[in-house]
């Protein structure tokens, strides 16, 4: 069965407490180039059946009302599983 992945992200201006505390994390062992981390969700959806141009439109539609929130999220991505 095919899968389709959507991928959310914090906007850009705002803040993410728990990447930049990751960042500091990984810092604190040794990886000095890593600068800055941003944590995201990452949705994995199994469909029964073919995944067809009208069913990607329905899941960017429920990626955007339900998986994220308008207000500080953005939809980065969805693409079907290889």
């Avoid at 705002?14 to 604190?28: E, F, I, N, S, V």
């Avoid at 539609?61 to 929130?69: G, M, Q, R």
Wanted: net charge negative; glycine share 6%; hydrophobic share 45%.
């Amino acid at each position: 069965m095919p899968k389709v992945i959507v991928e959310v992200m914090p906007k850009e201006v705002l803040l993410d407490p728990a990447g930049k505390a990751t960042a500091r994390a990984l810092q604190r062992f040794g990886d000095g180039e890593i600068t800055d981390v941003r944590i995201g969700k990452r949705f994995e959806i199994t469909i029964e059946g073919e995944v067809t141009p009208k069913l990607l439109e329905h899941i960017e539609e429920v990626a955007k009302d339900v998986l994220s929130n308008d207000v500080i999220e953005d939809v980065i991505s969805i693409r079907v599983a290889d």
